[in-house]
């Protein structure tokens, strides 16, 4: 039985005003509010996505500490702001420490995005999934074709030079020419996000990124 009901309707307005009173001297103040609006229903939601998660033929980290935004951000690099004014969920492939392919859910004040990332991408490893596409560019062309039909969008930092000038102009070359890439996509906060459609919407572009991410897991 699905337990994500939906986030709270205030909760992007109270990720709006903690821009501006994201203090030291408030955090106990905004720490009820937070678990209240983001800890406690992102938890269900990563819930509920276990299951699908669990359908993939690629193993993911699936331990809540390891998916799970925490409220608090690194006093290392924001010493005086010390919640996140964002909220997020990751699965990751398990058993790596760079170049893990992963799925992911974020959402700020005024958008969420969701869609599959990959996690400390190394030269290497990068250049190993290019070899993959690019043996396979017919297949990787038609998948990508398919997401972006359904409303993806591919997003990452392309080389300045064609750098597989004797490949076909396709879609997978469009990956290949990207230093790395993300297939994403990013909305506008709206109903959905204060209902259980969330949660089917996720769960639904997930899926979609199944095949894709299976293919370049291998």
């Known amino acids: 039985m699905k337990q994500f009901k939906g986030f709270d309707k205030e909760t992007n307005k109270f990720l709006f005003e903690l821009q ?7 955090q106990g103040e905004n720490l009820i509010k937070y678990k209240k609006y983001i800890t406690e229903p992102i938890h269900l939601l990563y819930l509920d996505l276990l299951d699908t998660i669990s ?6 980290e699936t331990k809540p500490a390891r998916c799970i935004s925490t409220p608090y951000t690194d006093r290392r690099f924001s010493p005086t702001v010390p919640l996140k ?10 058993n ?16 969420y995005g969701f869609g599959m990332k990959i996690y400390k991408p190394t030269s290497k490893g990068m250049d190993l999934l290019r070899e993959k596409i690019s043996n396979n560019a017919e297949y990787f062309s038609k998948l990508v074709d398919e997401l972006v039909d359904k409303g993806f969008e591919i997003c990452g930092e392309k080389y300045k030079k064609d750098h597989f000038s004797d490949l076909p102009e396709c879609s997978a070359k469009e990956l290949l020419n990207m230093k790395t890439f993300s297939i994403s996509k990013y909305k506008s906060a709206n109903e959905n996000v204060y209902t259980e459609k969330l949660e089917a919407e996720l769960s639904e572009a997930f899926l979609d990124l199944k095949e894709f991410i299976e293919l370049s897991a291998k």
């Open 96 to 111: 790596r420490k760079t170049d893990m392919l992963g799925l992911y859910f974020d959402m700020g004040c005024e958008t």
């Open 85 to 94: 004014e964002y909220m997020y969920l990751r699965f990751r492939q398990a």
């Open 55 to 60: 359908r993939f033929d690629v193993s993911f």
């Open 20 to 26: 501006f009173s994201n203090t030291i001297e408030k």
